[in-house]
C-alpha cells in the first residue's frame, strides 16, 4: 500500500469504499494515519495504530460553459485516471502534473507540483471532513493556505482531516505552461506541434528519464525539498560555489536546487545495502530490495547532515516520515 517497499504493519486498517460509510472514521483514536496511494511517505517502523484509506471513486463533470469544465473527483481516484481523462476530453491545465503517482485526494496535501505547475492553479474547491467532530469542511483554494509542496491539510490540518472531493477548474481553451527549458527545448527539436497529447508525452518521456519506475525500485520520488535561502546568504556561496542554480523567490530570497546540493556532496549513485540516491536524479532515495525503513532514515540524515556541513543549508524532507511512537 506505499511505494517505498519496506515492510511494514499496522495495527488496525479501515477501508473505506463508499461515502456512505464515512462515519467509521469519526471516532477513529489517535495513532491514525489516512493513507492514499504511500507515495509520499516512509514508514521507519511499524505503525502501531490505525490507518484509514478512503477507496471511493468517481469523476463527475458539474459544469461545462464551453471555456472550462469543473470536475469533482473522488479521494480514492487515482492521480493518472484523471490525467489520462483529461487528455481524452481535451481539457487543459494539468498536462504538466501527468505520470505523478498517487490519489487525487492526497493531490492537494502537499499541492503537487512539476514543470512550472502546482494543483492549486486549477483547485476550486476542496471538501472533507474534521476527523474528531465529523463535521463536514468547503475549502476554497484561497483558504487552502497552497504554498510551495505545502497547504492548510499538510500543517494546521496535518492527520486531523480527511479529503473526500477534490473540485478541479480546467480550461477547454488550449492554454499551456511551457516555462521549463526541457520541455519547449523537447518540443522544438522534435519540431511538433504544441498540443495536449504532445505536451503529455514529453512530460512521461521526461520524468522516466529522471525518476525511477515505482513498479520496479522503491521510492517516494523528491526526498527533500528545494531549500529557500536569503539573497544574502546566496551571494556569500556564490563566492566559493559559483555554479549553484537558484531561482528568484519572494523577499528576497531565492530557491536553491536541493538535487545539485547533495550530488555536490558526492552522494548521487551511492548505495549502501538496499538503501541509496538514484543514480539518473540525487533527489530521489530509493530502495533497491530490501532496506529498511531505518536504513533509509540514516541514509537521508547523513545527507542532511553533510549538505548542512558544506553549505550551512538545511534541507528538509518532502516526504512524510512516520515515526510511530
Ligand atoms: C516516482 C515518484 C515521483 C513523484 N513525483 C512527484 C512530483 O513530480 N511532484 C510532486 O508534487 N510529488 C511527486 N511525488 C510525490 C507523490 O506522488 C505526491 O505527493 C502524491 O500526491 C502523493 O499521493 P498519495 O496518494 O500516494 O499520498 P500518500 O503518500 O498516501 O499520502 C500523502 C499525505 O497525504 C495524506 N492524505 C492522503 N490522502 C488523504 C485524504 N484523502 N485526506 C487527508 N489526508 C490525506 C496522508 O496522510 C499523507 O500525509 C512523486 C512520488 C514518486 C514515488
Redesign the pocket.
Known amino acids: 500500500m506505499h511505494?517505498f517497499g519496506v515492510e511494514v504493519k499496522c495495527s488496525q486498517l479501515f477501508l473505506i469504499e463508499d461515502i456512505s460509510e464515512i462515519e467509521n472514521c469519526f471516532n477513529v483514536k489517535e495513532p491514525r494515519?489516512?493513507?492514499?496511494?504511500?507515495?509520499?511517505?516512509l514508514f521507519v517502523r511499524d505503525f502501531e495504530g490505525t490507518v484509514i484509506r478512503?477507496d471511493f471513486k468517481g469523476i463527475e463533470k458539474i459544469e461545462d460553459n464551453g471555456t472550462s469544465v469543473l470536475l469533482k473527483v473522488a479521494?480514492g481516484v487515482d492521480?493518472e485516471e484523471l490525467t489520462n481523462l483529461a487528455l481524452r476530453y481535451e481539457y487543459y491545465g494539468i498536462e504538466n502534473l501527468a505520470g505523478?503517482?498517487?490519489?487525487v485526494?492526497?493531490?492537494p496535501?502537499?499541492n503537487?507540483?512539476?514543470y512550472g505547475v502546482e494543483v492549486k492553479d486549477v483547485i476550486e474547491k476542496v471538501e472533507?471532513f474534521y476527523i474528531d467532530s465529523g463535521k463536514p469542511f468547503t475549502f476554497a483554494c484561497a483558504d487552502c493556505a497552497f504554498d510551495y509542496?505545502s497547504s492548510i491539510?499538510k500543517t494546521e490540518l496535518?492527520?486531523k482531516?480527511?479529503?473526500t472531493y477534490v473540485y478541479f477548474r480546467l480550461s477547454r481553451i488550449p492554454k499551456f505552461t511551457l516555462s521549463y527549458q526541457g520541455l519547449k527545448e523537447e518540443l522544438a527539436h522534435r519540431e511538433l506541434p504544441t498540443t495536449l497529447k504532445n505536451v503529455t508525452d514529453i512530460i512521461l518521456k521526461l520524468r522516466n528519464s529522471k525518476?525511477?519506475n515505482?513498479r520496479e525500485i522503491g521510492?517516494?520520488?523528491?526526498f527533500f525539498k528545494n531549500p529557500i535561502i536569503e539573497k544574502k546568504q546566496l551571494e556569500v556561496l556564490q563566492a566559493k560555489f559559483p555554479t549553484l542554480i537558484h531561482y528568484p523567490w519572494h523577499e528576497n530570497k531565492v530557491k536553491l536546487a536541493a538535487a545539485q546540493l547533495i550530488d555536490l556532496c558526492g552522494w548521487k549513485g551511492y548505495r549502501s545495502g538496499d538503501a541509496g540516491v538514484y543514480p539518473q536524479q540525487a533527489l530521489v532515495i530509493v530502495n533497491y530490495g530490501n532496506a529498511s525503513g531505518k536504513e533509509i532514515q540514516e541514509l537521508y540524515q547523513e545527507i542532511q547532515y553533510s549538505v548542512k556541513e558544506r553549505f550551512e543549508i538545511e534541507i528538509e524532507p518532502e516526504v512524510?516520515i512516520i515515526k510511530s511512537k
Open positions: 511505494t494515519l489516512i493513507l492514499g496511494g504511500g507515495s509520499n511517505i478512503l479521494a492521480w505523478i503517482p498517487g490519489r485526494g492526497s493531490s496535501i502537499q503537487i507540483g512539476a472533507g509542496r491539510f496535518h492527520e482531516c480527511l479529503i525518476l525511477p515505482i521510492s517516494a520520488g523528491s512524510i
